[in-house]
């Protein structure tokens, strides 16, 4: 049984920084690529950013250069980096395993971890 729990999310002004975190206990960790997602008020959930097993990385074009993606195996862990926070920015911010069909690996997601951009 996969656990999924975000950490790291918050208030913050127009420019600043986050970094979020995200444990998935339990699961086969290294094998997997492993993904950020953020869901606005209203909104669907979007992948933001993937990582591969072995650390290649890809962006969404409205965070690219801004946010950094990042895993470390052994902790099983992943973080997202964010820099130059836009108000644009504010959600809900998840974890998964993203599958190739658009899907993610586990059904049941964590709590999340709210971010929130305001001056």
């Known amino acids: 049984q996969v656990q999924l729990v975000e950490s790291g999310g918050g208030l913050v002004q127009p420019g600043g920084s986050l970094r979020l975190s995200c444990s998935a206990s339990g699961s086969n960790f290294r094998i997997y690529a492993m993904a950020w997602y953020r869901q606005a008020p209203g909104k669907q959930r979007d992948m933001i950013a993937a990582?591969?097993?072995?650390?290649?990385?890809v962006y969404a074009d409205s965070v690219k250069g801004r946010f950094t993606i990042s895993r470390d195996n052994a902790k099983e862990t992943v973080d997202l980096q964010m820099s130059s926070l836009k108000p644009e920015d504010t959600a809900v911010y998840y974890c998964?395993?993203?599958?190739?069909?658009?899907?993610?690996?586990?059904?049941?997601w964590g709590q999340g971890t709210q971010v929130t951009v305001s001056s």
């Open positions: 990582i591969t097993m072995n650390g290649n990385t």
């Open positions: 998964n395993a993203p599958l190739g069909n658009g899907g993610v690996r586990w059904g049941s």
